[in-house]
Nanobody, 121 residues
C-alpha cells in the first residue's frame, strides 16, 4: 500500500499550488483522506480532511478560505488546492488515509512520504 504525494515546489507569496496524493495497492474509496504538514522544528499539524464521498470537509483555521480539499475515488486520489500562499505555509505536506474523518492525526493509518512546499516572501 502506497500513498504518493506530488505537486510541491517553490512558489512566491500569493501564488498557488495543487498537491495530489495517489494511492496504490488498495482502494481508499471508503476512507477519509487528509492532508497534514510539518514545518521545520515544528510538530506535524492538521491541514484538511475529506470524508469518503466528499460530503464532509474540515480545515485548519489557518488555511480556511485559501485551501480546498477534494477527491476522485475513481482515480484513488485526493487533492489539495492551495491559493493565496503565505511564507508560513512552508512545510512538508503529507497525505493520509483513515477510517474516520477527523482532525486527529492519530486516527490516520496510512501515510505518504511528503512533498515539500516552499513559499518565498
Amino acid at each position: 500500500v502506497q500513498l504518493v504525494e506530488s505537486g510541491g515546489g517553490l512558489v512566491q507569496a500569493g501564488g498557488s499550488l495543487r498537491l495530489s496524493c495517489a494511492a496504490s495497492g488498495r482502494t481508499f474509496s471508503s476512507y477519509a483522506r487528509g492532508w497534514f504538514r510539518q514545518a521545520p522544528g515544528k510538530e506535524r499539524e492538521f491541514v484538511a480532511t475529506i470524508n469518503w464521498n466528499g460530503g464532509t470537509t474540515y480545515y485548519a483555521d489557518s488555511v480556511k478560505g485559501r485551501f480546498t480539499i477534494s477527491r476522485d475515488n475513481a482515480k484513488n486520489t485526493v487533492y489539495l488546492q492551495m491559493n493565496s500562499l503565505k511564507p508560513e505555509d512552508t512545510a512538508v505536506y503529507y497525505c493520509a488515509a483513515g477510517v474516520v474523518v477527523t482532525t486527529n492525526i492519530r486516527s490516520y493509518d496510512y501515510w505518504g512520504r511528503g512533498t515539500l512546499v516552499t513559499v518565498s516572501s
